[in-house]
């Protein structure tokens, strides 16, 4: 059975458990990898690694300017052995709260944002489904409080941070993960693409190929993306 609790006012649905449902929970929810991502001054990605929970004891070096971190976790309750989701993320560096994240409520008109919450492209090969723990610039989902700097941290050469990430159901079972990272001081590897024109996030754009067109409306993109030019369209191909 699925049932929902919406108010009537403003269509919003509601979380049932906030109204005495009846769920027996003494479970605290589950980590079972961190995602970490490094960023280049300039917004582009430059590394990630996917670390088991087992291999967070050691620090964790990434290549980059701007640290960003996701989170493969779930929940249970006592009653079922269904997965269930957050209600509570919160992500400190070096004892600062940098991102919180909140779910009480929200909009079915939003739904679509959920796809910028999670890393999606994790979703669609398979590798799991991560939380972001920082928010990308499109992403219109109302769940975020006390944010800095969209959750986005900066990297201080030399220096070794320190990273808690603390989740928690709807009745207040908590868990928490400590680890450090640092900035690596290894050479990476410079990858070189053929980038055409940014489709900006917040801005209207319209991409000609030659014998079409495709046009995108404001907010279609949850962050600027590059157009790669790796493929030369010269004309239109048959369908059959």
């Known amino acids: 059975m699925h049932f929902e609790l919406r108010k009537t006012a403003t269509n919003e649905i509601l979380d049932p458990l906030e109204f ?6 003494r479970i605290a929810p589950v980590i079972k990898r961190v995602k970490i991502y490094g960023f280049g001054h300039d917004g582009f990605l430059k590394d990630e690694k ?3 929970k087992s291999k967070l004891i050691q620090p964790i070096s990434i290549h ?8 493969d976790a779930a929940d249970k309750n006592n009653q079922s052995w269904i997965t269930t989701g957050l209600k509570h993320i919160r992500l400190y560096v070096d004892e600062t709260l940098v991102y919180e994240y909140h779910l009480d409520s929200w909009h079915p008109e939003d739904a ?23 928010k990308l610039p499109g992403n219109c989902l109302p769940i975020y409080k006390n944010i800095i ?5 900066a990297f201080q050469p030399g220096v070794e941070h320190k990273i808690r990430i603390e989740i928690s159901d ?23 693409s053929c980038v055409g024109d940014m489709v900006l996030y917040d801005q209207p754009y319209q ?11 404001e907010g279609t993109l949850y962050e ?9 369209i010269s004309e239109p191909t048959r369908p059959y």
């Open 112 to 134: 679509r944002y959920m796809n910028a919450h999670i890393d999606f492209h994790n979703k669609v090969k398979s590798l799991g489904h991560f939380h972001r723990c920082y």
């Open 170 to 192: 709807a009745f207040d079972n908590k868990t928490q993960e400590v680890f450090s990272i640092k900035k690596s001081d290894q050479p990476v590897e410079m990858v070189t």
């Open 20 to 25: 005495g449902l009846g769920v027996e929970d």
């Open 207 to 217: 991409w000609d190929f030659g014998f079409g067109q495709i046009n995108f409306a």
């Open 224 to 232: 600027s993306t590059p157009i790669l030019s790796l493929i030369h």
């Open 149 to 153: 700097n969209d959750g986005l941290v």
């Open 64 to 71: 980059g300017d701007f640290l960003g971190i996701a989170i």
């Open 50 to 52: 996917i670390i088991p």
